[in-house]
């Protein structure tokens, strides 16, 4: 008996889970389409086949829908970067965390939505979306990841690990904003910039090329990240 209310439960919580997706799928194309303050829960309803109410049921508000939606965009697509890396020869390094991860932001709207601040898109959410003490939680499996690079000797150790932090981001910034102030013929497809931004990562920090053992440490480092991410997702999902 009790066998068959644990399956009913299974079963229930996929179904649950399933409509959440749905939902989220809704909000992800008409977030994309009208911009975070035009659309409202009623369209999401309406776009996803639901009633009103039963959004309600996962999600308190708008705002917590929408901030549910970008932590599930992040995990995802970290997933997508974990993937292809391994499918790399060298595995798990900064190169190719670079090179993928800006992939990643030029191929999906909102995860370069995410990065660059699109207050057009995100609307209030720029501001609202992941407090501080959340952020940091969701980086420090990446801060762990660059300061075991600096132990090893694989990047430069003369810089500060925030100052570090610093250049990647202002670095990866800017490969994605630089099709705006260029004219049409000098800009680059999506996979020549990603390269590029990596090659000026790889040649402004890296001292050596990883071997056999640094490439294992470093799976398991972003192996960590991401299930830190998932975990932190799961909670977030509970709780609302």
């Avoid at 996962?58 to 997508?80: C, P």
């Avoid at 991860?101 to 191929?107: K, T």
Wanted: with cysteine; glycine share 4%; hydrophobic share 40%.
């Amino acid at each position: 008996m009790t066998e068959k209310y644990g399956e009913g439960q299974e079963v229930e919580q996929d179904k649950q889970q399933s409509r959440a997706n749905r939902i989220l799928d809704a909000a992800s194309e008409l977030l994309q389409r009208w911009g975070y303050k035009k659309t409202t829960v009623d369209d999401i309803a309406r776009q996803a086949g639901v009633a009103k109410g039963t959004i309600y049921l996962h999600w308190k508000n708008k705002e917590e829908l929408f901030t549910a939606l970008l932590l599930r965009e992040k995990i995802v697509e970290a997933q997508k970067v974990q993937q292809a890396m391994e499918a790399e020869p060298e595995g798990v390094t900064l190169y190719n965390m670079i090179k993928h991860s800006m992939l990643s932001a030029l191929r999906n709207n909102l995860t370069r939505a995410v990065m660059l601040r699109d207050s057009d898109m995100l609307g209030d959410l720029v501001h609202t979306y992941l407090k501080e003490e959340d952020f940091k939680q969701l980086i420090d499996g990446f801060y762990a990841y660059l300061s075991y690079l600096q132990q090893q000797g694989l990047i430069r150790s003369d810089i500060p690990l925030k100052t570090l932090v610093h250049m990647l981001e202002a670095m990866c910034i800017g490969f994605l904003m630089v099709d705006q102030f260029l004219p049409e013929d000098y800009q680059l497809p999506i996979e020549q910039r990603a390269t590029m931004a990596a090659e000026s990562v790889s040649r402004t920090l890296e001292l050596r090329k990883p071997d056999a053992h640094d490439q294992q440490e470093a799976k398991q480092l972003f192996d960590a990240m991401i299930t830190s991410a998932q975990t932190y997702l799961e909670k977030e999902t509970k709780d609302h």
